[in-house]
């Protein structure tokens, strides 16, 4: 029989990811306006989310995760985060290839999010 608790673990495993889904599409399209408006160069663009994003999954993890094994929901929500967040803009831009910036990536957001979960369920409240 499965326990409410767990429940509440995959609840806030989901809305993590949401949250971080949302507040990266809107800093992608704020950081591009801004890009666009200063003349940024186009190479600019990914140093820059990649530091967002990272910072997102960090800033999410300590908002949403609480209770028991916060390291464990703060690396699933990093994890499914960059998974659909590849998806999608790959299909945005149209381009599937994997390479190696993809498993930097994994691994930033992954490490954001167990930091983040640590944090989050150790911070009082």
């Known amino acids: 029989m499965q326990n ?28 591009a306006c801004i890009m666009r408006i200063c003349g940024l160069p186009d190479k600019a663009l990914y140093p820059i ?22 390291w464990l929901k703060g690396g699933a929500i990093g994890l499914i985060f960059t998974a659909l967040s590849y998806l999608t803009f790959s299909a945005v831009g149209g381009d599937f290839s994997l390479t ?3 498993f930097v990536e994994l691994g930033l957001a992954v490490f954001a999010g167990v930091l983040g979960g640590i944090i989050g369920v150790n911070m009082r409240r």
């Open 100 to 102: 190696w910036l993809i």
């Open 49 to 70: 989310l990649q530091t967002v994003k990272t910072v997102l999954v960090l800033a999410v993890c300590i908002l949403v995760v609480r209770g028991e094994k916060g």
């Open 4 to 31: 409410s608790n767990s429940f509440g673990g995959v609840f806030s495993i989901i809305k993590g990811v949401l949250l971080a889904l949302a507040a990266a599409f809107l800093s992608t399209i704020i950081i």
